[in-house]
């Protein structure tokens, strides 16, 4: 096992340093002056004469620390060696996974790249962009298992009139092919109609993903027919005109701003909302400055 050099300042971090170094075998050592290196000099690659120790590199990661990796010198020939930085780089890798882990859980939560960049300051710093960037790699590198034995299914209402009569037509398609399952009118929709047609349509001892609009009765109904095989998930045309619905047509700049934040937990618009930032900012100046808008033209 690595040799730790304990002193005052150290003695506290050694079951750390232990955890970082560990793996090295007992020809290494971590000096009193926080050196990592070899106790006995490598063999010059070139002559094969043995080098000596010659200082250390400093490597430094702002807001992580400091580490200084050992140099040799050949004093035959005059080559200069470094020690391998294996053990820094696991550091870094370690710690950037798990602010990876962080990142996931908080958009998980639908919190904003803001409101995580505004955390992580209390953490490690990172700006917005940064934590947009580095949750897109991760993203990127995860391996999604494949949901082949998930069905997933659009369910859908429409309200069509026959002669004088209103009927109800109930639709199930298959969101991967784009084709319909099925497609009935009833007299009515009521939740014994609605579980009835998805009963005789639908394979319910199979796991399936089933999207529909915000009906109140869709919940109770489907986890009756389903069990603990289903997934609901509303439509997110519908999420996404629920917050619409909620702000005026003729919206100033900063209720602008704050519809495209609510908008941001279903879809990326950092790009959008970082404009509107900007014309919020002109908007507050015109009113603290002239009372009002006047004929003031925003620049998108």
Known sequence: ?????????????????????????????????????????????????????????????????????GKYLCKHCGKMLEEQRTAWEKIKAELFSHLGQIY???????????????????????????????????????EIPQLEAVYIVHYDEQFPKEGRCQKFRLTLLDAKTKQKIADELFDDKSPDTIRQ?????????????????????????????????????????????????????????????????????FYNREKEIEMLRRLELKERELILNFGGFGNYVFEF
């Open 1 to 69: 096992m690595v040799t730790i050099s304990s002193t005052f300042k150290n003695i506290s971090e050694i079951p750390n340093l232990l955890n970082v170094f560990g793996n090295f075998g007992n020809d290494y050592e971590y000096t009193a002056t926080c050196i990592f290196r070899r106790i006995e000099p490598p063999r010059c690659p070139e002559c094969n004469n043995k080098t000596v120790h010659n200082g250390f590199n400093k490597y430094t990661k702002k807001g992580l620390g400091i580490i200084k990796i």
């Open 104 to 142: 996931q859980l908080l958009r998980l939560n639908h919190v904003s790249y803001q409101a995580i960049s505004k955390i992580m300051d209390l953490i490690f710093s990172r700006s917005k962009g940064t934590v947009f960037r580095e949750f897109n790699k991760i993203m990127e590198d995860i």
């Open 197 to 265: 047609f998805l009963i005789s349509k639908l394979d319910k001892s199979e796991p399936i993903f089933i999207v529909t609009d915000f009906g109140t009765s869709y919940p109770n109904i489907l986890k009756e027919v389903f069990g603990e095989k289903l997934l609901h998930q509303y439509c997110l045309l519908h999420l996404n005109k629920l917050i619409v619905k909620d702000f005026p047509k003729n919206a100033t700049m900063a209720q602008e701003l704050l519809k495209y934040r609510m908008l941001n937990i």
